[in-house]
């Protein structure tokens, strides 16, 4: 086995699941990340956890949900109980075809989504973390070489969390001491608030309310948006390309948009319900392990030099406690390249700068 | 897809888990079982069920084994939560190494099923049903090519179980009637008592209180057996060959035994406790769609023209309603061929002569 899989392994059980000893964990498995799996199962066993298997395969899924007549029981009872009584919930992704539902009708998978949120809601309330095992699906989706592909993506996973994780924690002190954001760019000049609102320092731990490896940003649930954004980094969703989404808000919500390419998706996710017109995350990507774009929203939106803005759900790790923020059955990331002409500010003073952070050499 | 692997799958919801409108269904999934899994995903889909689908796999099993100290937490939380939460437990068998699991500790293995015995009687109050995906490893197993192995799964798997349960209602009712057994063949002369005791008629159908798919044999609880017994069909017991065990019974207790191959891994499970000396099952082949041994007992002991008798555990279905049967931590089934030069005989009466039974052409 290559070392750097179970580097990964350990990263993850250790750094960002922090496994103890009788932990009851749950471990989905992507059909191409069974490598990887075996180096999680091997960590798990070392440390003494509880290990149950599922088996998380688009193709699966996709052939399900096109028999099935769309009228979904909410939240079946079994895997409501197994996410209940889980402590962990590791994700390893890796699949053989990132487009393997491209063919499932939209409102089918909307009704399915919808019927889930109980468990959706059981599955976050664990010590969750999703990552990907590099497979060559994913390769190919990153236009890489598959060794090429590895480094990539072992750059981006295998990193000291530690020193990024104090490099973040002053991204977060400015957004928790801040009321109002305003990002302007090319074809952006948008305001959220976000006071009252608690910054995530995601550094790929539970520890640190961050539930993706890789991670490396700082996010919060922003309110109130004003004005337009355009996402020029490409992107994948439901497997269809799109390119270049315009959002144009006006009290909080999306008042007009379109898109270079693949509008009729951003439709399909605007239209789920009324959350899903609504910011529910305002995030700075600070992982410079990653320093381009490849097509997977795990990667794209830790990268350096990005921000990048969700449509629907909020996560409550923003919120004060008991207080809901914004609520739908989506939470879909688009990403907006700030490294030239761009700007942050935060109650009017500039944070970033084209990429450079206040604290950083460059900034003027 | 291959249209037999779709009519796999029918068979497994349809006759043998009769699978409804919101049944809550565990799908186990082997890593070369995948196709199958689509499939039955498909059917689970038509079918209004709701799926979950957990990851079997001997190398993920054989890393989580060997790294653990051995102290196993007894019947995990999440775990049994899901199991007493499903109305069904289907299992697609398919690794990609037989052996995936040979060097886990023996006693290793012991210590994680011993404190597994909640989750497996969980299991078994589900409508459970084992089957296998023909693979490569199988094929290899049985010493067949591949395809060569799929049309000989095929055939053992899509039957019309229908009329073959008709056919083994009689040799249900006639053991139901019987109250002494007798077997006589090249090397065999044995008498048994079976007075009291309830065949079951294993259709591959939680119907017939039958969970294997294929299935295809009449199975009853014997006791006071007397005589002696040759088994010259080939098996693989605890990883070892082992050819031509013989027996000798007095007073239903193994008195005498030898093998021409394996005796030592014969005497290991013989000296296993009191009721590994005793019989717990015989069984009758009755599924001629298998019609050579393979080295897996899930089609093994369902061969037309051969009878089984296991020592050690007998099932409950067997006995009256609270009464208990042969008692056992093993339960180790041996087949013997009964084509030629034998005949089955019930209070005296020849049920089957040489592989034919007495309700069918050719029987003198």
Redesign the interface.
Known sequence: MDERVREHAAVLVDWSARIED?D?V??S?G?DA?EL???V??????R?A????????G???R???????G???EN????????????VYLSLGGGRNTSATADVPGETRQAYNSARSELREARMDTRWVSTVHPTRSLAQQANMAYEEYQTFAYDAILRDWESLADEMAQMKALLDDGSEVRLVSNGTDLTMSIDGRTAVNSAASVAYDSHNLPSGEVFTAPYATEGEVTFDVPMTLHGESVRNVRLEFEDGAVVDYDADQGEAVLTEIIETDDGARRLGELGIGMNRGIDRYTDNILFDEKMGDTIHLALGRAYDSNLPDGESGNDSAVHVDMITDVSEDSRLEIDGDVVQRNGRFRWEDGFE
Chains 1, 2 share one sequence.
């Open positions: 009788g009851n749950v471990l498995v059909p069974h799996a075996v180096a199962a091997e960590a798990l066993g070392e003494g509880n290990l149950l298997a599922t088996y998380s395969s193709e699966i899924t052939a399900y949900l096109r028999a099935h007549d009228e979904f029981d079946p009872a079994h895997e409501l109980a197994l996410v209940e009584n889980a402590d």
